[in-house]
T-cell receptor, first 110, second 121 residues
């Protein structure tokens, strides 16, 4: 099976940089992805890492170290609208299903 | 882009009644649909995987007879919560993997419905 652990909550101020970590244990690894979810809304895709290293997409970057079973999402120039929950996720290759991490609630204050 | 339409967005029902939630893929064919449940301030927990024309695969601990899933066509999957109880109150959300004809879309290719907030009173 798979398990993905994240910090439960992170707080930061506008304009700051914040890092959300994800450590995982999987029975097969097919890449790590990140999703954002606002309260009452659907998850939206942010980033994906299939190989080690950093992927940059605008203000968001994601990093993966497969040897450490670890990844993180980096959010720069934080804005109030970034207040949301963030989930890392892995795919079960056989059934294609997406398994989500425990989730991190990000609170951005003025 | 690929869109999954989920209805209803909110529903309140009495204990003991059944509620049906629909997810329709609007501009693509969803051979597989995933159903998640999310309690407040918790993660999305996969309940089952439905495949068009065959029986759904349920995750461990999910009651098959309580959460009936039907995937009768390539564009429609339904989840029926039978004999609902207050503990079934939750946010239910469906997801489909988008595979284009020309290229298999990978990680950006999971599209989600807008979710259904179920409250059982």
């Amino acid at each position: 099976g798979q398990s993905l652990e994240q910090p439960s909550e992170v707080t930061a101020v506008e304009g700051a940089i914040v890092q959300i970590n994800c450590t995982y244990q999987t029975s097969g690894f097919y890449g790590l992805s990140w999703y954002q979810q606002h309260d009452g809304g659907a998850p939206t895709f942010l980033s994906y890492n299939g190989l080690d290293g950093l992927e940059e997409t605008g203000r968001f970057s994601s990093f993966l170290s497969r040897s450490d079973s670890y990844g993180y999402l980096l959010l720069q120039e934080l804005q109030m609208k970034d207040s949301a929950s963030y989930f890392c996720a892995v795919r079960d290759r056989g059934f294609q299903k997406l398994v989500f991490g425990t989730g991190t609630r990000l609170l951005v204050s003025p | 882009g690929a869109v999954v339409s989920q209805h209803p967005s909110r529903v309140i029902c009495k204990s003991g009644t059944s509620v049906k939630i629909e997810c329709r893929s609007l501009d693509f064919q969803a051979t597989t649909m995933f159903w998640y449940r999310q309690f407040p301030k918790q993660s999305l927990m996969l309940m089952a995987t439905s495949n068009e024309g065959s029986k759904a695969t349920y995750e461990q601990g999910v009651e098959k007879d309580k959460f009936l899933i039907n995937h009768a066509s390539l564009t429609l999957s339904t989840l029926t919560v039978t004999s609902a109880h207050p503990e079934d109150s939750s946010f239910y959300i469906c997801s489909a993997r988008v595979i284009t004809v020309a290229r298999q879309v990978d990680w950006g290719g999971y599209t989600f419905g807008s979710g259904t907030r179920l409250t059982v009173v």
